[in-house]
């Protein structure tokens, strides 16, 4: 199918057409969190108006509707990333879904002298787990280093993948950097091993196609917030042998198949992870997502957005005393940058009173910070809804701005 025509995708998106300041929205923070569009919020609206019931435990008519769009939701879900939908557990998003692999299958089998191994290019969520852990179990965390390009170094992986490594956690896309990792020559490397490997869906998802059956990870995060979905949405992809292998780590209904209180057996996988009433109208929501996404192609949404990523990082380029951090040829539309004696927050509040909202700060990522030697960036994450005109216009308020602060 041909490209989309991207203006009218563009109205699909009720919030894009506000103001702010008097001036029309400039939305540059789809890593932060992505805009709904209308089939989106229609669906959630739907749901609530004529559907809401709770799901798997009414058989009238509404619960068996509930049910049936929440496990078609699980469905749609599955087949954009092409898994099991039985191999699909359903969390609040990325934070839990790691917080699942942390407490379910790391916290019973990791001991001293034991590594998890993370990168420095890492959200919060994928360290702060992982040393939750460590800390009760004695294990290590550790990380790989991150080349001035702002890229994972293969031979450097290779060198770190020593055998004491059990978990290699690492993103698919930095939320800082937009770059792309090798995710299949990096989980090959950890295979060969035998290391497991868990990846970071979270950045991913929203921009490119992604084949999690032909990654060859053991896990793989995601959120549904970020890929036009409501908050409180996402999952947890696991290899059916760990999802078996593990134990639950919250309990409650809806993940049993009979309770005594001198044992308890529980449900058969997805379900065991998924104790009490879900996000039911989110992800519902985050179906609706899924079916828009694929109506646009994401072959057509990472086109499109590479397009308008080379624009930015041209007119970003072209602004004295800007930096921006990382050069990775393969990378997704977020961009970081510095403005030589400005202060990031300062810089992102006269933005936003141009009406263009960018984010400042670490990103939730720390030690990538330090990495780079600086406090916080101001950084621009561009979705397909975005415009060649916004960037312009994103360009000329940074450049104004910068005169103000310079
Ligand atoms: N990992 C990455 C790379 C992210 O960008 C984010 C969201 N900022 C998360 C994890 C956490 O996602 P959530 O807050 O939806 O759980």
Redesign the pocket.
């Known amino acids: 199918a041909g490209a989309p025509d991207w203006a009218a995708v563009r109205t699909d998106f009720p919030v894009l057409e506000r103001e702010v300041h008097g001036k029309p929205l400039v939305y540059l923070d789809s ?3 992505g805009q709904k569009p209308r089939a989106v919020i229609d669906t959630v609206d739907a749901f609530f108006r004529r559907h809401n019931a709770n799901v798997s435990r009414a058989v009238h008519t509404l619960g068996t509707e509930a049910t049936e769009a929440y496990e078609g939701a699980r469905a749609k879900l599955a087949r954009f990333v092409n898994v099991r939908p039985d191999d699909l557990v359903l ?8 917080n699942l692999v942390a407490y379910s299958w790391a916290l019973p089998r990791l001991g001293p002298g034991d590594v998890v191994l993370v990168t420095h290019m ?5 360290i702060v787990p992982w040393q939750l852990v460590a800390q009760r179990t004695g294990a290590t965390v550790r990380a790989l280093e991150v080349t001035d390009s702002g890229e994972l170094d293969l031979d450097a992986a290779r060198a770190a993948l020593t055998p004491e490594v059990k978990l290699f956690a690492f ?5 800082v950097l937009g770059t792309v990792n090798p995710v299949r020559a990096l989980c090959r490397e950890a295979a060969r091993r035998g290391i497991v490997t868990l990846v ?4 991913a998802l929203p921009h490119r196609q992604v084949d999690i059956a032909a990654l060859g990870c053991d896990f793989y ?1 995601f ?4 890929m036009c979905g409501p ?1 409180g949405t ?1 999952a947890l992809w696991a290899r059916r042998e760990h999802l078996e292998a593990m134990p639950p780590f919250f309990g409650g209904g809806e993940m049993i198949r009979e309770v005594a209180f001198e044992q308890t057996v529980f449900n058969d996988p997805p379900h065991k992870f998924e104790a009490g009433t879900p996000n039911i109208a989110g992800h519902i929501g985050l179906g609706a997502a899924v079916d828009y996404l694929s109506g646009l192609g994401m072959d057509h949404v990472e086109a499109r957005e590479a397009e308008l990523r080379a624009h930015a990082v041209e007119a970003l380029d072209g602004i004295d005393g800007l930096r921006v951090l990382g050069r990775a040829p393969e990378a997704a539309a977020v961009i970081s940058f510095l403005v030589e004696g400005a202060h990031a927050h300062d810089l992102a509040t006269l933005l936003d009173l141009e009406g263009v909202a960018v984010r400042s700060g670490h ?3 720390h030690p990538l910070m330090k990495r780079f030697g600086v406090a916080a960036t101001c950084r621009m994450s561009l979705a397909f809804y975005n415009t060649h005109a916004e960037i312009e216009r994103f360009a000329a308020a940074v450049h104004k701005v910068r005169g103000l602060l310079a």
């Open positions: 890593a932060n969190t969390t609040s998003g990325t934070t839990m879904a790691i890492e959200h919060h969520a994928n993103t698919h896309v930095s939320n970071d869906g979270s950045q995060a959120t549904g917030h970020k908050t996402g990103h939730c990522a």
